[in-house]
């Protein structure tokens, strides 16, 4: 398992990242992460769901529109607040996933995407958590910031980034990175039977140069991103093809994970 650290606690570093970006708009593509994987085991509609970790709201939002009964979470309080109002009826809340307030067996499909690398202490907590929480037949689907080369290369461009800023303070924790035995590992431990475990890329590191984005997102922006998926031009997605193809273990910036409660 290695650390990755940054300038700025986790917690801050949500809350500024929650503030600064309006509410997404429901996810749209459900041909990539997350949703292309949280589709995945959600079949029986009616079944309830908690997305733990909802922060600025484009899952949520999709399964809500479509009438299913969703419940959200997040640690970081203006991410909640900002979804209340922009949809009064969302139902979603302040939790931490290693102290949830609901019984045992509450959930048929809990959706955890991005929140457990952000867990200094307490990953094991969190899992039994949310196993105690699920029902029995239950499936989970929970991505994991992956140790390898491409995030390796994220991090030394991000650290080069803030030096060049003269940003410099005492680094502290920022994210955990696990290999896929590690992943496999914890949640076995807590019970779990695990289905699958994916490389993905959520953002390609390609899709961090410019160049290689396509041409509706040469021009960052965040909300349309997160909405569409990061998308990359027809070169850059012939390249990260072909990372991808011959070394995903490599080139996934995340590991998603699909287990059961038997």
């Known amino acids: 398992m290695r ?4 300038n700025h606690d986790i917690k801050d570093y949500w809350t500024s990242r929650w503030n600064d970006i309006p509410v997404d708009n429901p996810m749209q593509n459900t041909n990539v992460y997350p949703l292309k994987y949280s589709e995945k085991i959600i079949k029986n509609r009616r079944g309830k769901i908690l997305e733990a970790g909802c922060g600025a709201g484009r899952i949520q939002r999709f399964y809500h529109n479509q009438g299913l009964d969703i419940v959200g979470i997040d640690f970081i309080k203006i991410a909640i607040e900002k979804l209340k109002k922009i949809d009064p009826t969302l139902e979603v809340e302040f939790g931490d996933i290693t102290n949830l307030r609901f019984e045992s067996e509450s959930f048929k499909y809990i959706l955890a995407f991005g929140l457990f690398h952000n867990l200094e202490h307490g990953l094991e907590k969190g899992i039994n958590e949310t196993y105690r929480i699920l029902e029995r037949g239950g499936a989970v689907c929970a991505s994991f910031r992956s140790d390898n080369v491409g995030t390796k290369i994220t991090d030394w461009l991000t650290s080069r980034k803030i030096r060049k800023k003269n ?45 290689f984005r396509s041409s509706s997102h040469k021009k960052f922006d965040e909300n349309i991103a997160r909405e569409e998926g990061y998308q990359l031009g027809w070169f850059g997605q012939l390249l990260q093809n072909f990372l991808m193809g011959f070394f995903p273990n490599q080139f996934c910036n995340v590991y998603v994970l699909i287990a059961n409660k038997l």
């Not at 992943?183 to 019970?191: A, H, M, N, R, V």
Request: net charge positive; charged share 20%; no cysteine.
């Open 167 to 211: 940003n410099l303070t005492t680094p502290v924790f920022h994210k955990m990175n696990l290999t896929r035995s590690e992943l496999k590992q914890i949640f076995e431990k807590s019970g779990f039977s695990v289905d699958s475990i994916e490389a993905v890329e959520n953002m390609p590191i390609l899709y961090r140069f410019p160049f």
């Open 3 to 6: 650390i990755t650290y940054r």
